[in-house]
């Protein structure tokens, strides 16, 4: 295990409500990562953190924001959530930006009704 | 823009028999390629990646891919498969200085008694 935790591991809410996730690590690893994973589409990035406060977006980051106060914690937050925003989250983490290696976390399943 | 495409979504075959999960890429620029793979309810593993040289890689469990230039393609093989094989596998692609990992939708291999 690459000491990467998620929490909550699932969650349930309605649309318009506000949701943060929570992606932990304890290898002191600079770059961290949010993807969603939907049925037919893999997972694709959408936002990545290269430092403390030093976040960018990825391909999909429309709806969602992130903060990154201290190294061990990536936030992720639906400021309104919508049904679109239904999916599978799962927090990465690498030791560099072109390190080819990026290790997984165990997910977590949002469903907005 | 890059792309990665697994031709099949889903992949049955019979224990001890082999198999070959097909991945094609489009890039423009030298790109470095890998296989994941996700257990049910699991974050994605990493079974192997091509970065230079020999265009055979071998992997964990078993696991080999061939890089191939000219047909811009990186096919997944394995001579003899488990039940625990079972899982879904994921092709990713990285142009050289890039930021983000191409994840393709994904091949369910599903390997019968």
Redesign the interface.
């Known amino acids: 295990d690459a000491g990467?935790t998620q929490s909550p591991r699932h969650k349930v809410t309605e649309t318009g409500t506000p949701v943060t996730l929570r992606c932990h690590q304890t290898e002191n690893h600079r770059y961290m990562y949010w993807y969603r994973q939907d049925p037919?589409?893999?997972?694709?990035?959408i936002h990545?953190s290269y430092g403390v406060k030093d976040t960018?977006k990825?391909?999909v980051s429309d709806g969602y924001s992130v903060s990154r106060s201290k190294t061990e914690d990536f936030l992720l937050t639906l400021e309104s959530a919508t049904s679109s925003q239904t999916s599978v989250y799962?927090c990465?983490i690498s030791v560099r930006?072109?390190d080819?290696?990026?290790f997984?976390?165990?997910?977590t399943r949002l469903t907005v009704l | 823009a890059q792309s990665?495409t697994q031709l099949d979504s889903q992949v049955p075959v019979f224990e001890e028999a082999p198999v070959e999960l097909r991945c094609n890429y489009s890039s423009s620029v030298s790109v470095?390629l890998?296989w994941?793979v996700q257990y049910p309810?699991?974050?994605?593993?990493?079974l192997l990646?091509y970065?230079s040289g020999s265009t055979l890689v071998k992997g964990i469990n078993g696991f080999e891919a061939e890089f191939n230039k000219s047909q811009t393609s990186f096919h997944l093989r394995k001579p003899s498969v488990h039940i625990s094989d079972t899982a879904e596998y994921?092709c990713?692609v990285?142009k050289t200085?890039a930021?983000?990992?191409f994840?393709?939708?994904?091949t369910r291999l599903t390997v019968i008694p």
Request: net charge negative.
């Open positions: 990467i037919g589409h893999g997972l694709r990035l990545y960018d990825g391909e799962f990465a930006l072109d080819n290696e990026q997984f976390g165990p997910g | 990665v470095y890998f994941y309810n699991q974050g994605l593993q990493l990646k970065l994921f990713a990285r200085g930021n983000n990992l994840f393709g939708t994904g």
